[in-house]
């Protein structure tokens, strides 16, 4: 499987941009999957998750904001970012697990608004850049 990010660019402080996330082959209802952001000078931080049952999963910094439809038919996540905010900038990429454990590793990661590593999970994107102006 491989993920490939579209939808990245520039945007106003407050304004709504939508990311997605498209998968080379069927996303089957083994896969957790999720959105994390790198900004300059951070660490990779997880955004957004869902797991294999569908349940959604938010980072504090982000609840009441950002929300992570999906469309299995088109093997297409997405990540609905509204009232973006300029410490939204940051290059977005998302990532796909079949393994359990690491499914709950990603929601917790996500949950905590920890810190994630490309070792952490089976698959990732490119990643998009996305830029919020003040």
């Known amino acids: 499987i491989q993920l490939r990010e579209f939808g990245g660019g520039s945007v106003e402080s407050g304004g709504s941009m939508t990311l997605s996330c498209t998968a080379s082959?069927?996303?089957?209802?083994?896969?957790?999957m999720g959105w994390f952001r790198q900004g300059p000078g951070k660490e990779r931080e997880g955004v957004a998750s869902v797991d294999r049952d569908g349940k959604t999963s938010n980072a504090e910094s982000v609840k009441d904001r950002f929300t992570i439809p999906q469309d299995s038919a088109k093997n297409t996540l997405y990540l609905q970012m509204n009232s973006l905010k300029p410490e939204d900038t940051a290059k977005y990429y998302c990532a796909a697990e079949s393994f359990f454990p690491k499914c709950i590793k990603m929601q917790t990661t996500v949950i905590l608004g920890a810190s994630a590593s490309a070792p952490d999970f089976s698959v990732w994107g490119q990643g998009t850049q996305v830029t919020v102006s003040s």
């Open positions: 082959e069927l996303i089957a209802s083994g896969y957790c």
